[in-house]
C-alpha cells in the first residue's frame, strides 16, 4: 500500500515532541465523505512486538470487513534504538510499522492500530502518525488510557468519554459484557461516533478487534522466529 515514508526519523525524545507538535494540527476528525457514515470494505490492522534487546517484529493485515478474514498479511522486522519514554513509544515502532504496512499489496480503506490515537498528551498519538503517513481513516485503539473517564456501563457497547484537561479526546468502549474497555480515539480521516462504530463490529465475540487480534498473532510469532534465528 502507499506509504509516505520520511527520509529520517527522530533519534531524541526533544526531536519527537517537537514533530508531535508540528503535526497534530493536521490530523482530521472527521469522516472524508459526506452523506452519513463511510462503509468500509477492507479492513487492516498493525501490531509490534519486542525483545529484550530491542528487535521488533510489526505485522500488518488486511480483512475483509464483512466475513473477518484475512486477505493478506506482511511482516517487518528491525531494532528500535529510540528511548522507551511515555508519549513517545510511537518512534520504537514507526520505521517497522511502515515498513510492514508498505509491503502489502492490497489499500484497506481503514487502519486500526494497537495504540493511541488523539487520546495521547499531545494529542498525536501513533495512530495519529499513521493516518497522516497512509491518508487512510486511521482508528486508535489501546488497552491502557491517558485522561480521564469513569467507567462505562457493563454492557457491550456502553461507552464514556475520555477526557485530558476537559477535552473529549476519546471514548472508553466495552467490547464484551463486564470485560474492561478499550480505548477509542481518532487517528485521522474519521469521527469518533464512526470509530467507535467500527471498534464493535470488529470485536466479534472477543475483546480486542480482529484486526487487533490477527496483526498480533503473527507479529508474536515473527518474533519468535527471529530471535530463535538470531540464537542459533
Known amino acids: 500500500m502507499r506509504v509516505d515514508v520520511p527520509d ?3 533519534t531524541t525524545a526533544d526531536e519527537a515532541v517537537a514533530l508531535q507538535n508540528q503535526l497534530r494540527d493536521c490530523v482530521r476528525s472527521h469522516n472524508p465523505k459526506n452523506g452519513g457514515a463511510p462503509q468500509f470494505s477492507k479492513v487492516a490492522g498493525i501490531d509490534s512486538a519486542y525483545a529484550d534487546d530491542g528487535t521488533v517484529a510489526t505485522a500488518a493485515v ?3 470487513a ?3 478474514e484475512v486477505t493478506e498479511s506482511a511482516v517487518a522486522h528491525g531494532v528500535s534504538h529510540f528511548p ?3 508519549g513517545l513509544l510511537a518512534f ?5 510499522t511502515v515498513a510492514a504496512l508498505a509491503k502489502l499489496s492490497g489499500e484497506p480503506d481503514l487502519l486500526v492500530c494497537d495504540a493511541q490515537g488523539r487520546a495521547h498528551p499531545r494529542r498525536f498519538g501513533l495512530a495519529c502518525h499513521v493516518g497522516l503517513l497512509t491518508q487512510v481513516p486511521t482508528i486508535g485503539v489501546a488497552k491502557s488510557v491517558w485522561g480521564d473517564y469513569r467507567d462505562p456501563g457493563r454492557a ?3 461507552m464514556s468519554d475520555v ?5 473529549v479526546v476519546g471514548r472508553a468502549v466495552r467490547t464484551r459484557d463486564d470485560v474492561k474497555p478499550l480505548f477509542v480515539s481518532v487517528g485521522h480521516l474519521i469521527d469518533l461516533d464512526t470509530a467507535c462504530e467500527w471498534v464493535l463490529k470488529l470485536t466479534a465475540g472477543f475483546r480486542q478487534p480482529e484486526t487487533t487480534r490477527q496483526a498480533d498473532r503473527r507479529c508474536r510469532a ?5 530471535t530463535k534465528a538470531a540464537s542459533a
Open 84 to 86: 522507551y519514554v511515555p
Open 92 to 96: 520504537r515502532e514507526l520505521p517497522a
Open 163 to 167: 477526557t485530558i484537561d476537559g477535552e
Open 66 to 68: 464483512e466475513t473477518l
Open 8 to 10: 529520517s526519523w527522530p
Open 62 to 64: 488486511i480483512l475483509d
Open 156 to 158: 457491550r457497547g456502553d
Open 222 to 226: 515473527a518474533l519468535r522466529e527471529a
